[in-house]
């Protein structure tokens, strides 16, 4: 990676968090090594859709920090299901250095990038399994774009909170889960934070 697009994600990574959220240099230096590995995975492997260094800053790295500012004190392990290239797991693990973070990834190849890209990160740890799977119970599960359909297993065995990074389409009822006003996220639009805890 060049050194003018390090410099670049550097840059749109500052300005889009200014005013949101504080970055120490170890924890831009991660997540600026992160991004370089997914791009040059990305070459092979479809780990993410979007190219636009910016769209890529924002979508994959802001809204994960965003969600990690939300994280309560009494959520201590988190699981992220549908982990894919570790987002949101991977930045809420740098953010949240306080925090155990389990990336949960079915399809192999992508569990494979994910043990390379966390090998620095000792909160983390990568099951290549499927969510429905794991016989461990954790405090929070967060996830970003998996379908609502594709989490309802999980969201009744894995955890009873649950922080997603979603778009428009509001939570089913049948999620068992009561869901806080969504948070909307500082860039773009139609684009939110969901923060529920599964009813009594």
């Known amino acids: ?70 994280v309560a004190a009494g959520e201590f392990r988190v699981v992220d299901v549908g982990s894919g290239a570790g987002l949101p797991g991977f930045p809420l693990a740098v953010y949240r250095p306080d925090r155990l973070f389990t990336l949960v990834e079915s399809h192999q190849r992508k569990a494979a990038f994910l043990k390379e890209a966390t090998r620095a990160l000792p909160n983390v740890r990568v099951l290549a399994s499927r969510a429905e799977q794991i016989g461990e119970t954790f405090d929070l599960l967060v996830s970003r774009a998996v379908s609502y359909r594709d989490l309802a297993g999980s969201l009744h065995t894995l955890a009873p909170a649950a922080d997603l990074l979603t778009g428009a389409e509001e939570p089913p009822p049948d999620l068992g889960f009561r869901w806080n006003p969504p948070l909307p996220l500082p860039w773009g639009k139609r684009r939110y934070l969901r923060i529920g805890h599964r009813a009594r």
């Open 1 to 70: 990676m060049s050194t003018s697009v390090s410099t670049a994600f550097r840059k749109v990574l500052l300005d889009r968090l200014r005013g949101i959220a504080e970055l120490t240099d170890v924890q831009i230096e991660a997540l600026e090594s992160h991004y370089n590995l997914l791009v040059q995975w990305n070459r092979k492997l479809n780990l993410t859709a979007i190219h636009d260094l910016e769209q890529m800053v924002e979508r994959h790295y802001c809204e994960s920090v965003f969600l990690a500012k939300h």
